[in-house]
């Protein structure tokens, strides 16, 4: 029997390319002799999106659909969409067709050559500001040192083996990180590049404000060491206390420098107190919030076998 591939497409206020999106996946899948199905999770959206995914549907029942009743973020819900892949392995991509369906056949290919875990890695980043290429540089340069994972020109688009997808589903976090998470469980990878390409329709729906606290609950998702960044300047500070208590009491300046140099230097240690009660605050809340078990989403409809 020909192995099924599911293809998991998060949707968030995509009217304008869902159904698009459906028909040059399946297209490509088709061409290539490829069991498939695809799985649009509606993110909540506002606009029309469930609609379009319907009607997707009438035009192919390999198409599924999942409604979520609000917006939950893209990462649960690809792995809202996951969690019902009945393939025999899973792919993982974009609705405004940025990750290029043309290389489906190819990851396939090495999925049946052996490969777990075959990911999209970008050769260019497409359309960004300097700005946001700086910021996502630093960002992945960041996560990739303090977590110990390597996730340079990381991204969603990834074909991923049943055993992966069922690892995947193990695990119990509220909130996950798709990328992080992809990275951390193993298995035989590969990886194959592609070229960002332009957004067919819509927008973008990230601002700075939601990459920022993306960024923010990704490294905290994989590493304590923010909380350890603050012991660091503990000791940095009482070294330079100490310091410069002995520089004058020995040299014998005259105390009113001295005691303004303390007074900025306890000024500045409380500030980097708070900062520090706020990191292990930030903590603190991912162990509440995992402590009341929410669930990762809540779906209000679906369609498709
Ligand atoms: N997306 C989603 N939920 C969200 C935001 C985005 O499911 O809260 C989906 C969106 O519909 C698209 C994919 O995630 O299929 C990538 O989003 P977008 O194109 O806005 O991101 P960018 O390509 O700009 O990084
Ligand atoms: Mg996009």
Known sequence: MDKLLSVIIPAY????????????????????GIAYELIF????????????????????????????????GKDRAIFAGLSRARGECAAVMDCDLQHPPELLPRMFALWEQGFQVVEGVKRGRGE????????????????????????????????????????????PEEEVFFRGLTAFVGFERTQVEFDVAQRTAGQSKWSFRSLVRYAISSVTAFSTAPMQLVTVFAVIFALAAVLTGI?????????????????????????????????AG????????????????????????
Request: proline letters at 1%; charged letters at 25%; one cysteine or more.
């Open 282 to 305: 930030y903590y603190l809340g991912r162990i509440y919030r995992r402590s009341l078990g929410r669930p990762r989403y809540l779906v209000s409809r679906e369609c498709g076998r």
């Open 41 to 72: 999770v509606d993110d909540g959206s506002r606009d029309g999106t469930w609609e379009s995914i319907l009607r997707a549907h009438e035009a192919d029942d390999g198409v599924r659909g999942v409604g979520f009743s609000r917006n939950f």
């Open 128 to 171: 960004e500001s300097a700005l946001h290429r700086l910021c996502a540089g630093g960002f992945y340069a960041l996560i990739s040192r303090l977590a110990k994972l390597d996730m340079k020109h990381s991204s969603d688009f990834k074909l991923l083996d049943r055993k992966v997808v069922d690892a995947l589903l193990s695990f």
């Open 247 to 279: 520089l004058y009491a020995v040299l014998g300046r005259s105390p009113g420098g001295w005691l303004i140099f303390l007074g900025c230097l306890a000024v500045l240690g409380i500030a980097l107190l708070l900062a520090g009660l706020g990191i």
């Open 13 to 32: 206020n995509e009217e304008a390319t869902v159904e698009q999106a459906a028909r040059t996946v399946a297209g490509v899948l088709r061409d290539a």
